[in-house]
Each structure stands twice: as structure tokens, then as C-alpha cells.
């Protein structure tokens, strides 16, 4: 089983920063893939941005040039610098993880969630 746990999310102004960290843990062989999704209230779950474990990464156009993706070096932890934020940024953010776990089967674990309010 495959856990990840989200961290960073917070109260911001509009134009302001936060950085959200996510772990993953587990009967882990590899991470091919790890992500952020969002869900506003009363709005589907969207992708925000994926990064591969060879660092290929892939942003919604919303945030693309504001937002940076990028994994720590033991690879089982993904990061999501955002930056001018927008009150439309405000979600809940999902942590998600593409994993090979030590059975060499692929499974796709979500985090928790974690709040970003953007309110001036």
C-alpha cells in the first residue's frame, strides 16, 4: 500500500506564494509519475501539473509561467512552487503518485488533500 501526505497549504493574498510538498511511502519499487490535481467547490477534480521521474513535466495552461513542479532528490516526494497567485487558484490540492510498487504492479495512490485559500 502506497500513502502520500500533503503538506503547505494555507491562507494567501491574491499575488502571494506558497510552496505544497507531498511524501509518498510504502511498498514502493519506483515513482514513474507524481502530480498535483485541484478541485474548486462545486468544480470537477483538475490536473495542475505532473512531473516524471526523468523530469518531464506538464502544466495546465491556468497556471502555466506562475507554477513550478519539481520532485526532491529521494524522488518519492514532488513539490508545487506556486507563485501570483489568483482567488481563482483556491482549492483543495491533491497529491497524486503513478507507482511500481515492490510487486512490480502499478498502482495510483491520491494524497489527502490540502487547502489553498487565496482571499484578500
Known amino acids: 500500500q502506497v500513502q502520500l501526505v500533503e503538506s503547505g497549504g494555507g491562507l494567501v493574498q491574491p499575488g502571494g506564494s506558497l510552496r505544497l510538498s507531498c511524501a509518498a511511502s510504502g511498498n514502493i519499487f519506483s515513482i514513474p509519475t507524481m502530480g498535483w490535481y485541484r478541485q474548486a467547490p462545486g468544480k470537477q477534480r483538475e490536473l495542475v501539473a505532473t512531473i516524471t521521474s526523468g523530469g518531464d513535466t506538464n502544466y495546465a495552461d491556468s497556471v502555466k509561467g506562475r507554477f513550478t513542479i519539481s520532485r526532491g532528490a529521494a524522488e518519492n516526494t514532488v513539490y508545487l512552487e506556486m507563485n501570483s497567485l489568483k482567488l481563482e487558484d483556491a482549492a483543495d490540492y491533491y497529491c497524486?503518485?503513478?507507482?511500481?510498487?515492490?510487486?512490480?504492479?502499478?498502482?495510483?495512490?491520491w494524497g489527502q488533500g490540502t487547502q489553498v485559500t487565496v482571499s484578500s
Open positions: 497524486s503518485a503513478a507507482v511500481i510498487d515492490i510487486r512490480r504492479r502499478p498502482q495510483f495512490a
